[in-house]
């Protein structure tokens, strides 16, 4: 099958993978829509890195920014359930209140609907007097 181009169609995204209409993986099942395989290689994979603030950060100032980049411009970022716009180096910016006490922070990037990542930051807030 060396040189045979792998075609991905809807059966992929039931978790069957075919090889052209004549040769078929049969009883494939993926946990993943798109199954990397040697013959065609990969992307690289989906990555987030929060840049700021930095887990277990004591602050004093609210809102906090909340910084980081993540490894696909056309990804989907959410930070504690507001979409983020994603600029074309894959780097985001966003403001979160805080209430006093311990905060957590969840960012989470899907990229096609079918990758995600999370990443959860934990801060405490106490306002400076």
């Known amino acids: 099958m060396i040189g045979s181009q792998l075609l991905l169609s ?3 995204r039931r978790g069957e993978i075919g ?4 040769f078929r993986f049969l ?7 798109l199954l990397c395989l040697a013959l065609v290689g990969c992307a690289p994979a989906l990555t987030l890195e929060v840049s700021s603030p930095i887990d ?16 696909y411009s056309t ?9 983020v716009p994603v600029a074309g180096d894959g780097s985001f910016s966003t403001e979160v209140e805080l209430v006093e006490g311990e905060n957590q922070i969840v960012v989470i ?21």
């Open 75 to 83: 990804a989907e970022v959410v930070v504690n359930g507001v979409e």
């Open 109 to 129: 990037v899907t990229y096609h609907s079918f990758y995600q990542v999370t990443d959860v930051i934990h801060v405490t807030y106490t306002p400076s007097v």
């Open 10 to 12: 809807n059966r992929a």
């Open 27 to 33: 009883g494939v099942i993926a946990a993943v829509p």
């Open 19 to 22: 090889v052209s209409k004549r």
């Open 56 to 71: 277990g950060a004591e602050l004093t100032e609210s809102p906090v920014t909340v910084e980081g980049i993540v490894s």
